[in-house]
């Protein structure tokens, strides 16, 4: 089946610091990319949807300014969580849709845990 | 927005039974999905459904797309014990041919006991 990375895996860094987290689709060409985030215990939350060549769509309460989505080709996108605050801590997943692939279906990456000290 | 109700929130059962699960939406999605989470790992697909009254299977997992597109169930038959883990369904307003976020249901988390 198709796969997508996401690197880091695991975070930690100190508040007002910027973190970076890469999505990659090793083996399909993504046009759509979508970024989730999820606390513990709970569901994932869709927070934008990231079309290359063009700017994210984000979702009502997520701040553009705050999750820096860049989805310069169409087998990479990244999320940078700038001046990151502990509230930001949490686990993001990014997903994958690339047209011809059948149906509707996203593929996840492995998820990003990011620890803000 | 648009909610996932999905139920139970978890499951204690012994080996070998069969569990059932559902979801339901207080608006129409197009496309019904269910996914299985592992602990720090991201959602893994289960089986995809895309047509209304539609029922698919994966193995011992059957799932149907509700007639009224607004529910679906899913079905583990014979459990084992790696069927442990976190289980959530997502619903998508296309049908197909295009791509839209999944808005996914609060997760059921199973558990087995040998």
């Known amino acids: 089946g198709a796969v997508v990375s996401q690197h880091p895996s695991w975070v930690i860094c100190k508040s007002g610091t910027s973190v970076k987290i890469e999505c990659r689709s090793l083996?399909?060409?993504?046009?759509?990319m979508f970024w989730y985030r999820q606390f513990p215990k709970q569901s994932l939350m869709l927070m934008a949807t990231?079309?290359?060549?063009?700017?994210?769509?984000?979702e009502q309460g997520v701040e553009k300014d705050k999750f820096l989505i860049n989805h310069a080709s169409l087998t990479l996108s990244t999320l940078t969580v700038t001046s990151a605050h502990p509230e930001d801590s949490s686990f993001y997943i990014c997903?994958?849709?690339?047209?011809?692939?059948?149906?509707?279906?996203?593929?996840f990456g492995a998820g990003t845990r990011l620890s803000v000290l | 927005g648009q909610q996932l109700n999905q139920s139970p929130q978890s499951m204690f059962i012994q080996e070998g039974e069969d569990v059932s699960m559902n979801c339901t939406s207080s608006?129409?999605?197009?496309?019904w999905l269910w996914y299985k989470q592992d602990p720090g790992e991201g959602p893994v697909l289960l089986i995809a459904?895309?047509?209304?009254?539609e029922l698919t299977s994966n193995g011992r997992l059957t799932a149907q797309f509700g007639i009224t597109r607004k529910d679906s169930f899913l079905n583990i038959s014979a459990s084992i014990p790696s069927d442990v883990g976190i289980y959530f369904c997502?619903?998508?307003?296309?049908?197909?041919?295009?791509?839209?976020?999944?808005?996914f249901g609060k997760g059921t988390h199973l558990i087995i006991q040998p």
């Open positions: 997903s994958a849709f690339g047209r011809g692939m059948g149906g509707n279906i996203q593929y």
């Open positions: 083996d399909f060409q993504a046009t759509t």
């Open positions: 990231s079309n290359e060549g063009s700017k994210a769509t984000y």
């Open positions: 608006s129409i999605f197009n496309t």
């Open positions: 459904l895309y047509k209304a009254g």
């Open positions: 997502a619903g998508q307003l296309g049908s197909g041919g295009g791509a839209d976020g999944l808005t």
